[in-house]
């Protein structure tokens, strides 16, 4: 495994936490689920808008190719807006831990899934006995941390 990819994908699982409190903290002090969603946006793209300089922003080429994206592939934006209105209304109930093993678990097992048919892109990779099993015991392993 590279270990660039592998980095950022600790961080990603590190934000992930980071998020689901920051946005919490932000409902309960403005008490307004929408205007905290959009306010989490509004700050996601000024960061998106400082990025550009150095990432560029080919917006006249990728116009032009929107015509061949398929059209599973527009539903991050909607799963994107889900989890964060999951994160402002329910993770302050549940607590962080059991809000993130519960999101852990049904995002390993929609992974095995993906990746077992192939689906949104994916490469096909089977859902043998041993990858079942290591989704069983991540499963097992987060659920012991939210638990006891």
């Known amino acids: 495994m590279q270990w660039l990819p592998a980095f950022f994908a600790i961080l ?24 905290a969603a959009f306010i989490v946006y509004a700050i996601g793209a000024a960061c998106l808008l400082a990025a550009m300089p ?3 922003f080919p917006l006249k080429t ?8 398929p059209w599973w592939a527009y539903i991050g934006g909607l799963c994107n807006v889900l989890f964060l209105m999951c994160t402002l209304l329910i ?15 049904s995002a390993v097992i929609t992974s095995v899934l993906l990746d077992h048919f192939g689906l949104l892109g994916f490469e ?4 043998t006995w041993l990858r079942i099993g290591g989704a069983a015991l991540a499963a097992i392993g987060v659920v012991m941390i939210a638990v006891f």
């Open 12 to 35: 990603a699982g590190i934000s992930n936490p980071l998020q689901s409190g920051s946005n919490s903290a932000l409902l309960k002090t403005i008490q307004a689920p929408i205007v």
């Open 54 to 56: 150095f990432l560029g």
């Open 62 to 69: 990728s116009i032009s190719k929107l015509a061949d994206v």
């Open 91 to 105: 993770t302050k109930k549940l607590g962080s831990a059991t809000f993130t093993t519960i999101v852990v678990i």
């Open 124 to 127: 096909v990779r089977p859902a």
